[in-house]
């Protein structure tokens, strides 16, 4: 899983794969412990790339929202592709599910879904699709409101540094995977 933040709050992303048992886009916000939300908040910040390596439990009872907490080892950089150990064995609490999507490897690249987190903030997040592909997760100002979820087409097959919509400014990526999507 990805880990990243926005404003004061952490959200983790499964990371998803083009098929199979982990071809799901899920987005969820979590609580960890007071002391470890104060040491990864200035690494999340950054946008430095945190994973997590969790321990195993079911992705179903996650998305089913019967999976309420978890343990797993936090990471610098991706836990399968030479990521340091920070912590181990943190406790996870599942907040709140945002996003909840089987990939379907068939559709056009290019379209995202617009999650409206509150605060002018929204979270854009491509929809995989036909390889090649990508998973992006960005970060931009908007008018959505918490709880909208929306989707959008670009006009590009490509990651997005910057939309055309004018009711989307300041993008920022959060989390880009390209490699298991080749």
């Known amino acids: 899983m990805a880990l990243f933040a926005i404003n004061d709050r952490i959200y983790a992303s499964h990371l998803p794969m083009p098929n199979g048992k982990h071809a799901v886009q899920c987005i969820f916000e979590t609580q960890l412990p007071s002391q470890f939300k104060a040491l990864l908040m200035p690494l999340l910040k950054t946008k430095q790339l945190v994973t ?5 439990f079911s992705l179903n009872k996650l998305r089913s929202g019967e999976l309420t907490q978890f343990s797993g080892d936090i990471f610098i950089g991706h836990f399968e592709r030479s990521g340091q150990i920070k912590y181990t064995n943190v406790k996870f609490k599942v907040q709140n599910i945002l996003l909840n999507k089987p990939v379907r490897p068939v559709q056009h690249n290019g379209q995202f879904y617009a999650l409206g987190l509150g605060r002018n903030t929204c979270l854009l997040v491509h929809k995989i699709g ?14 959505y409101h918490a709880g909208d979820i929306t989707e959008l087409i670009s006009s590009k097959n490509g990651p997005v540094t910057e ?5 989307i400014v300041g993008a920022q990526t959060l989390y880009i995977e390209t490699k298991d999507f080749k």
Do not use: G, L, R, Y
């Not at 997590?52 to 195993?56: E, R, Y």
């Not at 939309?163 to 009711?167: G, I, K, V």
């Open 163 to 167: 939309f055309e919509w004018t009711d």
């Open 130 to 143: 036909q390889s090649p592909s990508f998973d992006q997760i960005i970060t931009a100002h908007c008018d």
């Open 52 to 56: 997590i390596q969790p321990q195993k």
